[in-house]
């Protein structure tokens, strides 16, 4: 009898070809998408071309996905400089999935998109490859970045590689891996209508340390999972390398698939499941009723305390956005505690994708296409007197100086973002509290860290914005 697994090493023994694999096992493994953008992508590029020769081509054109998304919109020339790279090899290779910011052209500050449905440029690439339809259940993703891992939400096994594992795979379609064990993290009861993903996250990072999981699955599941939407359910998996997780997986359900059948280029995937009886290293239960909101304080993502506790934490500004805080419904939820009001510190708003931003542009409070009296999500957003950017990762890393948002200065900063180490958001003396986007837009109607409870009282529906 075949010894049970779990999903992710399910996953690893298909693609190796095995009947089965177990933790520790180290096995050779066929990769179904390799993603990489403006950062990253120059050096992968350039180690694939001293590896495997100068006219090497990649080992499937339609399954190397490039997402420039970093380093956008700014004057910086080496920054321009990527994105060219980026162009020629895509053009050399033929690359069928490519999505150029097309307005950076000549030098200076590219103008942003002045319709962000009218533009190849996509946004955070975190965001966009489910939205372009790169993700699918049962699958390896690799990704030149940590956050690769977002993509576990959707029952596939994504995690973040090196360039030079990156260029490998590049011209061979394969990777070693070493089989990861399993922690289960569970969440009962429904999400309260003060709690976002962000909070669950947190308080498991605050629970086993961002060095906890290191090299393991995070399995995130229980009726708490399932009752988030899909897009919170990406923040749980974004996350995980926060912990030091190899990656982070939630079980495939009807939301999933929805979202996969309306998206993806390809018709076919395998669902898997953990078995009974499989086995976990670690496992762990919270009561959803009994967690308050909670923040990370500078300047490590295992910082956690709640907001209430940190009340008396004077605020300079607050800032929404990146792979893990600037979805649709992330926006949602900000703008249905803003409307009406005004912030008191400045507050950047920055989407997650050009789909994100468009969706803002023609989506109401309760997430459905808005009536010619009804405001949109932006209009509530600026009429608060917040300030919105185009697409990109902005101040999420720093960036060069003249990037939206980033912090320039020693002040301290209230974000959704998902690493708030030293100079994270830019400058070395600033200090950023990561929490939800509920506790950042109630912090910003204070100007100092507050808990949201005090302005939510009834659930914030988000109706079909993000699901499909």
């Known amino acids: 009898m075949a010894k049970p697994m779990t999903m992710t090493e399910k996953i690893i023994a ?8 177990a933790p520790g096992d180290n096995v050779w493994v066929d990769v179904d998408i390799l993603m990489t953008h403006d950062v990253c992508g120059p050096g992968t590029i350039g180690i694939f071309k001293e590896q495997f020769g100068p006219d090497a081509k990649v080992w499937d054109r339609d399954r190397v996905v490039i997402i420039p998304d970093h380093y956008i919109f700014t004057a910086d020339e080496k920054c321009h400089r990527n994105v060219q790279i980026l162009r020629d090899f895509v053009k050399e290779q033929g690359i069928k999935y490519y999505y150029d910011p097309d307005f950076i052209r000549g030098s200076g500050m590219p103008n942003p998109y002045k319709d962000p449905t009218r533009t190849s440029y996509k946004g955070v690439c975190h965001k966009a490859l489910p939205e372009e339809g790169h993700v699918r259940p049962g699958e390896i993703l690799l990704g030149t970045d940590s956050h690769t891992c977002t993509a576990g939400a959707f029952g596939q096994f994504a995690t973040g590689v090196g360039n030079t594992d990156a260029a490998f795979t590049m011209g061979t379609g394969k990777t070693w891996l070493k089989v990861p064990p399993t922690m289960k993290f569970v969440f009962h009861g429904q999400i309260p209508p003060y709690l976002t993903a962000k909070d669950l996250i947190l308080a498991v990072i605050g629970e086993i340390t961002v060095s906890g999981a290191t090299y393991k699955t995070m399995y995130f599941t229980g009726d708490g999972v399932a009752s988030l939407t899909l897009e919170d359910r990406m923040t749980l998996t974004n996350m995980a390398i926060e912990a030091g997780g190899k990656n982070g997986v939630c079980d495939v359900d009807e939301k999933t698939l929805a979202y996969v059948r309306h998206r993806s280029h390809i018709p076919h995937w395998t669902v898997y499941e953990d078995d009974p009886g499989c086995q976990y290293v670690f ?20 910082n956690t305390d709640t907001a209430h506790n940190c009340r008396q934490v004077k605020l300079d500004r607050a800032y929404v956005g990146s792979c893990t805080g600037g979805k649709i419904t992330d926006m949602i939820f900000v703008a249905n505690l803003l409307e009406g009001k005004r912030v008191k510190i400045p507050t950047y708003i920055v989407p997650g994708s050009t789909e994100v931003h468009a969706d803002m542009k023609r989506l109401n409070l309760h997430g459905q296409p808005k009536a010619a009296e009804e405001k949109s999500v932006e209009q509530v957003l600026e009429e608060a007197g917040c300030l919105v950017g185009a697409s990109s990762c902005a101040a999420c890393l720093g960036g060069p100086s003249d990037t939206f948002g980033r912090l320039n200065e020693p002040i301290t900063c209230i974000s959704t973002t998902n690493r708030n180490f030293p100079g994270r958001m830019g400058h070395r003396e600033a200090g950023v509290y990561l929490a939800s986007p509920l506790t950042v837009a109630a912090s910003a109607l204070t100007g100092y860290v507050t808990d949201p409870r005090e302005f939510v009282t009834e659930p914030i529906g988000t109706g079909a914005a993000g699901a499909a």
């Open 14 to 21: 298909a693609h190796a070809g095995r009947a089965s694999v």
């Open 283 to 302: 496992e762990y239960h919270w009561d959803l009723q009994l967690l308050e909101p909670l923040v990370a304080k500078p300047y490590s993502p295992d």
